[in-house]
């Protein structure tokens, strides 16, 4: 792919995937200008105001107009990072649930079953070379799968299931 | 005093899942606007079939699943940017991911 210039917006809640594929973008010649919800992105699309504006006294009541739409931005402004900083805690305690907590149980696990086979020495040690070197290769997709299923039984009013 | 013009992008990278409102809904979003903007989905779900019928349209050019590839995005990409460019004649049927 070639230097052409073209614009892709990219639209993630994780962070990680918006670096990396924005990254990504730029190293094929891409611009990328990235959002972390679709509100970011449909105010990025709307025509901006200028941040100076120069006007005849005449005009003063439209600058008071002006004013307020400015008071009334800057109120909004604060809403989105109030808004951003919840979404951000609420995706990192979404992460910590669907990696650390389950990687940690995993090993949990084959650390039980190397201990329950202590009696029998050989059994045990394959057991804790397992752990030891145990890769979890089909996390992210089971991690995925889980959370669904939480989501759907338990805690479906903390994240939106979409 | 005419307001500055804001560049239009010429391929979106969504995700299914978003904080308020979702891919699909922003997508909807879109199309009734008529902003013709090529898309490539992502996400994290592959089960969610109702999601991935809900994402089909004309202007769904790729649903990947995550993890997806460097080359399964780029292609993507370069697709929707061909599409795009050949504007809305002649269009091709939504690709599939290859995690199908």
């Given at each position: 792919m070639s230097d052409t210039g073209a614009f892709v917006y990219l639209v993630d809640d994780d962070v990680s995937v918006r670096e990396g594929v924005a990254r990504l973008v730029r190293s094929a010649g891409l611009m990328a200008k990235r959002f972390s919800s679709g509100d970011g992105f449909l105010a990025a699309l709307r025509p901006k105001l200028p941040s100076c504006w120069v006007l005849d006294m005449a005009l003063l009541a439209i600058g008071r107009g002006l004013s307020r739409l400015r008071v009334y931005q800057i109120a909004r402004e604060f809403d989105a990072r109030l808004e951003g900083r919840l979404d951000e805690r609420l995706r990192v305690a979404r992460e910590l649930h669907d990696t650390m907590l389950q990687r940690f149980q995993a090993s949990l696990a084959q650390m039980q079953a190397a201990r329950n086979l202590f009696s029998r020495r050989h059994q045990a040690t394959q057991n804790l070379e397992r752990a030891i070197t145990?890769?979890?290769?089909?996390l992210p997709r089971d991690g995925a799968q889980f959370r669904d299923y939480v989501v759907r039984r338990r805690i479906g009013g903390i994240w939106k299931s979409c | 005093m005419e307001p500055p013009r804001t560049r239009r992008p010429d391929c979106l990278v969504l995700d299914?899942?978003?904080?308020?409102?979702?891919g699909i809904d922003l997508h909807r979003h879109l199309v009734a606007r008529n902003h013709k903007v090529p898309v490539v989905f992502i996400t994290a779900?592959?089960?969610?079939d109702r999601a991935r019928s809900e994402a089909a349209?004309?202007?769904?050019v790729a649903y990947l699943i995550k993890p997806f590839s460097e080359d399964e995005l780029l292609d993507a990409v370069n697709a929707a940017l061909k599409w795009k460019a050949r504007g809305e004649t002649n269009r091709a049927k939504p690709r599939r991911s290859s995690h199908e």
């Open positions: 145990w890769r979890p290769k089909r | 299914v899942c978003l904080p308020g409102m979702s779900h592959p089960s969610d349209s004309d202007w769904t």
